[in-house]
């Protein structure tokens, strides 16, 4: 029996070297690719070039999912190399992220997911205040959400774009758990704090388990977790790091009435981003007063063969029942099936704008 133990002990020893050897290696390379990023990033700044690149980002997932033999998951990777990337974003410039919310907040949880977190996060109180943020430069990008799969638009986000000149770069899914957090028990709960759209999507659950609360709306759900940590018998629902960051009970976890539950958003920048060879492009227009104008504005997708997926409408706020249409389709705005349609849909409108092409991560 001695001899056995001996014998594994030996060899787990022998294993940690190389583990130890393996590290030695990892740690020279990542400073070896470190140091090229630098250069890289005086490059950019010398040519006015944003120091986040959508695309280049979807070409090393793209080439690491692809090098990726196992065992180790892809999801496991892209974790990996969100970290490696973000610290080279830091190394060329220190990037500052507006978000909306404050830590732990679901839109905090998918800036994170896009740019890691050797950047610096800027917490904003609204919708308004991340676009105003990024617009006087104050950041260089900023994260909003702009739809859920359960409840739909979030149409302030939509409005927004109307009159900003800041583009959409990137989007974001992330999937969404909600969860209830007070510091009391679930009956004696009189208030929950949450935002409209949140409230939305947990509704049959709340009607059914707590229909005896208020539903008070704030802008975000970090909001909502301040709220409940100052007075009694309140609660918030908002995510689980809320709950941590705050030092709120969870009471219940996944109280969202469908389970896939998803958020896109965006992040939005002054820069626009090169084709990858798979894109969207969001686009926003203003018809003229006649019958038959919006099936005639859509009829030179179908022409150039271009895939509608999404199509909202908003008051334009300016005359009744004057609305803006927003599009989102499958392609980039230089590729030449998307020139032509753009071309063809110039003179059919009273207002045209390309608020972005972005890729589309695998």
Request: proline fraction near 2%; glycine fraction near 6%.
């Amino acid at each position: 029996m001695t001899p056995k133990k001996k014998k594994k002990t030996t060899n787990l020893t022998s294993l940690r070297k190389k583990i130890d050897s393996i590290d030695t290696t990892l740690v020279s390379l990542l400073n070896e690719r470190a140091c090229i990023s630098q250069t890289i990033g005086e490059n950019k700044l010398k040519s006015n070039k944003g120091i986040y690149a959508p695309h280049r980002e979807k070409e090393v997932l793209k080439r690491i999912k692809q090098l990726n033999k196992g065992p180790m998951t892809q999801e496991a990777f892209e974790a990996v190399y969100r970290e490696v990337m973000s610290s080279s974003l830091s190394l060329e410039k220190k990037l500052h992220i507006a978000y909306l919310g404050t830590e732990g907040s679901f839109t905090h949880l998918a800036a994170n997911k896009k740019f890691g977190s050797q950047v610096h996060y800027a917490s904003c109180s609204s919708i308004l205040e991340v676009f105003q943020a990024v617009d006087r430069g104050e950041s260089d990008y900023g994260v909003v959400p702009i739809e859920n799969s359960v409840e739909g638009a979030v149409t302030h986000t939509f409005d927004l774009l109307v009159d900003s000149d800041l583009k959409i770069c990137a989007q974001i899914l992330l999937k969404v758990s909600h969860n209830l957090l007070s510091n009391t028990t679930l009956k004696r709960i009189k208030k929950i704090y949450s935002n409209p759209q949140v409230f939305g999507q947990c509704r049959e659950w709340l009607h059914k388990n707590v229909g005896h609360a208020g539903l008070i709306d704030v802008a975000s759900t970090t909001f909502a977790a301040e709220k409940a940590v100052k007075e009694k018998a309140s609660a918030a629902i908002a995510s689980s790091m809320a709950a941590q960051v705050y030092g709120l009970n969870v009471i219940k976890g996944n109280i969202q009435d469908v389970a896939h539950n998803m958020t896109r958003f965006l992040v939005i920048s002054n820069q626009d981003v090169p084709a990858t060879g798979k894109d969207r492009t969001s686009l926003l227009f203003s018809i003229k007063d006649k019958v038959g104008a919006l099936h005639a504005m859509l009829t030179p997708f179908s022409k150039n063969k271009i895939n509608l997926t999404k199509i909202e409408s908003r008051p334009s706020k300016k005359r009744a029942w004057d609305y803006y249409f927003f599009v989102d389709f499958e392609g980039h705005r230089d590729d030449t099936n998307v020139k032509k349609a753009l071309d063809q849909l110039e003179g059919m409108c009273k207002y045209l704008k390309i608020v972005g092409s972005y890729p589309i991560l695998d």
